[in-house]
T-cell receptor
Framework: SAVISQKPSRDICQRGTSLTIQCQVD?????MFWYRQQPGQSLTLIAT?????????ESGFVIDKFPISRPNLTFSTLTVSNMSPEDSSIYLC??????????FGQGTRLTVV | AQSVTQLGSHVSVSEGALVLLRCNYS??????LFWYVQYPNQGLQLLLK??????LVKGINGFEAEFKKSETSFHLTKPSAHMSDAAEYFC????????????FGSGTRLSIRP
């Protein structure tokens, strides 16, 4: 199993500002995944973060808007840049274990005003 | 590219009735399939997973799902619904390694009528 600590758990931010979300895992993992869950919607994958290389972004997501860092095998950050109300969402980090089970952080509930 | 389609954004059944939540997948490689549940204002919990072993997979809380390659389906069932089953259910697919991303379906909200 894996225990993921994500912070902040929630924040209210002004439009035009940026927020950095941190994700800490209790074991070393190759890949970390960042998802967005908009209100009442499913999870959409933003990017895959691999330690030592640039993150891989899904269609519709770009590095300038969602820069990601992965300095080591247990930690990653996602920044939501130049925020607008449309960025209001829950952001989750995730890892997949060798048993092919995905574990998720509790999420960061972001409200942009 | 992999994807899953969940038929029915909202399913309502009576307490004690059969629960059937539909999921069809698309994958260019043998898929690994999952069902997750999300209770209101809570995180995701794995219900069950198919990883190329038995095609009938049993999960927690009395749920099970059957992998049918010919139909590209992985429907979730429970013989008798309980009020506590009311939640959002997500079907998901991956290529089956710890380096593989998991792609989620759009979700099905299950409501239980007394």
């Amino acid at each position: 199993s894996a225990v993921i600590s994500q912070k902040p758990s929630r924040d209210i931010c002004q439009r035009g500002t940026s927020l950095t979300i941190q994700c800490q895992v209790d074991s070393q993992v190759t890949m970390m995944f960042w998802y967005r869950q908009q209100p009442g919607q499913s999870l959409t994958l933003i990017a895959t973060a691999n330690q030592g290389s640039e993150a891989t972004y899904e269609s519709g997501f770009v590095i300038d808007k969602f820069p990601i860092s992965r300095p080591n095998l247990t930690f990653s950050t996602l920044t939501v840049s130049n925020m607008s109300p449309e960025d209001s969402s829950i952001y989750l980090c995730s890892v997949v274990t060798g048993m092919l089970e995905a574990f998720f952080g509790q999420g960061t509930r972001l409200t942009v005003v | 590219a992999q994807s899953v389609t969940q038929l029915g954004s909202h399913v309502s059944v009576s307490e004690g009735a059969l629960v059937l939540l539909r999921c069809n997948y698309s994958s260019s490689v043998p898929p690994y399939l999952f069902w997750y549940v999300q209770y209101p204002n809570q995180g995701l919990q794995l219900l069950l997973k198919y990883t190329s072993a038995a095609t009938l997979v049993k999960g927690i809380n009395g749920f099970e799902a059957e992998f049918k390659k010919s139909e590209t389906s992985f429907h979730l069932t429970k013989p008798s619904a309980h009020m506590s089953d009311a939640a959002e259910y997500f079907c998901a697919v991956s290529e089956g390694s710890s380096a593989s991303k998991i792609i989620f379906g759009s979700g099905t909200r299950l409501s239980i009528r007394p």
